[in-house]
């Protein structure tokens, strides 16, 4: 009966801290998203809709970890008939492999541009129109000023913003809300059967506004992302980042 | 409301232009005398003889007129000036000639061979009125250097009439066109000169000599032309002019009374064009698919930018902001004075419930079309992708572009057959050790890279469409190196054949 009580007080606390150091909850009640033991790394238990999430990937082969990450979270946010556009000056995302991660591949609209700057100036006006469910950029480097204008420009509309980087030489500060990097790991056979298993990414979120870091290990199986057991322990120490 | 034309009789058109022309090249000769006050004709071949073709005022005053033989003119005046003519010149210049005039009125109509035709119904109030309006036209024109005589009336014939053959006053007022024209003479009807010459013959030299005389018995004399061309004189026969430029169904126009230079102006007039012809798109239930914002600069030029928009639209602020996107392109120069806001397309535009969530409207949302027109406005409709499932095994086959934002799969997305996330746009070339024939391969060297493959899926034949495009297939093999990065190899062509390769062509997630 106590300790229900210190676990209320404590919840509460929880949630004043938050909103003492700025955390606004974003309107929409979203759902679970199948991550499982990485929500508790998320501030109030809930994936960051309205925000800008930043992944790094400087191979390619990353980038399709990546994307496929990614493409796991659209598959809960575009349950309900949304749409998402992908823009890119350096596009290599097949549209039909979308359909592996339940998505309808006719709902994204592929923006593909010349020039750096632009991919820029299209994701902030992409993210200022609420009619869209998620914009996902794919750009080499981004300066504080211009991570900064996307984060104002969602925090309006509330479009959850993915920004694909590839150029890691000097990682900079943003103003995104998270910073992951998504690795491959090997696949999942099930029984000892022959050939390639389930898809499987080591998810490190290396910052999280409001919430903790930590690594995981995320398989994609069946529509929805499944737990492998924690490897690294001793990494998933709280660590409260500003 | 009253039907007004004004004719423009350009009295010397091609002497003008020549003498126009000459003024130009004189900036360079200095002593070089104007072909203005000298008497000057053109000629050309004609039945083996030179024949004159067109005079300037000097030398119609001396008594030389078209159509004589320029050897008689000579023994008049022996020294002509006397230029070859240009046979297509008179057509080009009244249709640049009319296009000009489209600032004082949308319908402009050729009228040769010597004359523009307008149809002023309500322009002339912008002007000020009725002789304001006429004066302003024979102003710029002289200033231009044609000599022309302008007359305004409420039909076609009588105008015409009146601009060649009028006297005094050639500005026929409302409903009082038939005074002017009873005093015209029967060539004012735009008559053959057959039947000119017979009525003079007769003694009817004025309308109102014959304009009483029974209906059938002119028939009878003169044939059914003349009472025709009466009847078009006095408003009873309509006349339809031929526009030299199509009028566009939905068009509003702003003129100016100050040249505009500066962009906050053009914004200004495109914000008012814009909701003017919004309401009117709104009442008819229409919106537009593309648009054209014209701007008449006063030396003649036109600078337009055009905008199009993928769902039929009449929200003034989209609008507008879309073509405010492209005024830094516009020039003005010296100014603008007259704005021209034109819709080229149009569709059914139906107006929809307003929601009182804020839900997405997924494709359909009309957010998520203007947020794409912005785009396309800027980096161009070229950019923007959307692909549908098309009914090809082939990879690079088997998607294809969607010509709307709104148009529906014909077919499913398959997915019983893996593929990859990312898709190298060509396939790259690897190095590889394969152990038995169609085994999926040990090892693969790709950008100086060994990977070594320790599970795989596979092969997966896709053949070449025949009916598109000869070659050799493809066995398409899944492989996971020891990292657990996954790839998309294939092989092109047997294994047994002399010449086969293996590349990579994309990564899985």
């Known amino acids: ?242 | 409301m009253a039907c007004r034309f004004v004719s423009i009789w350009f009295r010397h058109l091609s002497t003008d232009w020549f003498t126009l022309r000459q003024h130009a090249a004189a900036n360079q000769m200095v002593n070089a005398k104007s072909l203005k006050e000298l008497p000057f004709v053109l000629r050309t071949p004609s039945h083996g003889r030179m024949v004159i073709t067109a005079t300037n005022d000097a030398a119609e005053k001396k008594g030389i007129h078209k159509g004589m033989v320029l050897a008689d003119a000579r023994a008049i005046l022996p020294d002509v000036q006397v230029m070859d003519d240009k046979p297509d010149l008179i057509d080009k210049l009244l249709k640049r000639l009319a296009e000009w005039c489209i600032r004082f009125t949308p319908v402009v109509a050729v009228d040769p061979p010597d004359g523009l035709l307008l149809d002023v119904s309500g322009c002339t109030h912008l002007w000020g009125g009725d002789q304001q309006y006429a004066d302003a036209i024979t102003r710029k024109l002289n200033e231009r250097g044609y000599d022309v005589r302008v007359a305004m009336a409420d039909t076609v014939g009588t105008a015409w009439g009146l601009a060649r053959f009028g006297k005094r006053q050639l500005i026929a007022g409302i409903h009082s066109h038939l005074e002017p024209l009873l005093q015209l003479p029967p060539e004012a009807l735009r008559v053959e000169a057959e039947t000119v010459e017979r009525l003079h013959k007769l003694g009817l030299r004025q309308v109102r000599q014959f304009i009483t005389i029974p209906r059938t018995s002119l028939r009878r004399r003169f044939g059914p032309h003349l009472l025709m061309q009466l009847d078009k004189a006095l408003g009873q026969e309509l006349e339809i002019l031929k526009p030299v430029q199509p009028i566009e169904p939905y068009e509003e126009r702003l003129p100016c009374l100050e040249p505009i230079v500066t962009a906050a102006g053009i914004e200004i007039a495109l914000q008012q064009l814009l909701e003017t012809m919004c309401l009117r798109l709104q009442r008819e239930q229409k919106g537009l698919r593309s648009a054209v914002f014209k701007c008449y600069r006063i030396d003649g030029k036109i600078q337009q930018v055009d905008i199009g928009t993928n769902r039929p639209s009449h929200h003034v602020r989209h609008l507008f902001r879309l073509l405010a996107m492209k005024i830094a392109t516009i020039e003005p120069g010296l100014g603008i004075e007259l704005f021209v806001l034109q819709a080229p397309k149009t569709e059914t535009h139906m107006a929809t419930q307003e929601k009182m969530w804020s839900d997405s409207g997924g494709l359909e949302d009309m957010r998520l079309s203007e947020l794409i027109d912005r785009l396309a406005s800027r980096v161009g409709t070229t950019s923007i992708h959307r692909y549908l499932p098309d009914e090809h095994y082939w990879p690079e086959r088997s998607i294809k572009q969607a010509t709307t934002l709104h148009e529906k799969p014909t077919t499913t997305w398959r997915s019983d057959k893996p593929r990859p996330l990312q898709l190298l746009k060509r396939p790259e070339p690897i190095e590889v050790t394969a152990p038995i024939p169609d085994y999926p391969p040990m090892l693969f060297r790709y950008r100086g890279k060994i990977h070594k493959i320790v599970k795989a899926d596979g092969p997966e034949r896709i053949e070449q469409e025949w009916w598109i495009q000869q070659g050799q297939h493809r066995d398409y093999y899944r492989v996971e190196d020891d990292e657990g990065q996954r790839y998309w190899l294939f092989r092109l062509g047997h294994y047994h054949d002399k010449v086969f390769r293996w590349y990579v062509h994309g990564y899985f997630g």
């Open chain 1, 1 to 242: 009966m106590i300790l229900q009580e210190r676990a209320d007080v404590f919840a509460r606390l929880q949630t004043d801290i938050l909103r003492l150091q700025g955390f606004r909850m974003s309107g929409q009640v979203t759902a679970d998203l199948g991550l499982g033991p990485i929500r508790e790394a998320f501030p109030n238990g809930i994936f960051p809709t309205g925000a800008v999430h930043e992944f790094l990937s400087a191979r390619p082969e990353n980038t399709a970890a990546s994307a496929g990450f990614i493409a796991g979270l659209l598959s809960s946010l575009m349950e309900n008939n949304g749409t998402a556009l992908w823009i890119s000056s350096s596009r290599a995302l097949f549209p039909p492999a979308l359909k592996t991660f339940g998505l309808a591949p006719d709902r994204f609209i592929f923006i593909d541009l010349q020039k750096e700057k632009d991919v820029i100036w299209a994701m902030d006006e992409a993210l200022k129109c609420g009619a869209i469910t998620a914009v996902i950029g794919e750009v080499n480097k981004i300066s504080f000023t211009e991570s900064r204008r996307l984060q104002l420009a969602v925090e309006k509309s509330n479009v959850t913003g993915f920004i694909l980087r590839h150029q890691l030489q000097n990682i900079n500060t943003t103003a995104c809300v998270s910073r992951w990097r998504i690795t491959a790991l090997p696949s999942v056979v099930m029984d000892d059967l022959p050939g390639i298993g389930f898809p499987q990414w080591r998810v490190e979120l290396m910052r999280m506004r409001n919430g903790k870091t930590g690594v995981w290990d995320v398989q994609w199986r069946e529509g929805r992302f499944i737990h492998a057991p924690l490897v690294r322990m001793e990494e998933e120490q709280s660590k409260q980042t500003g």
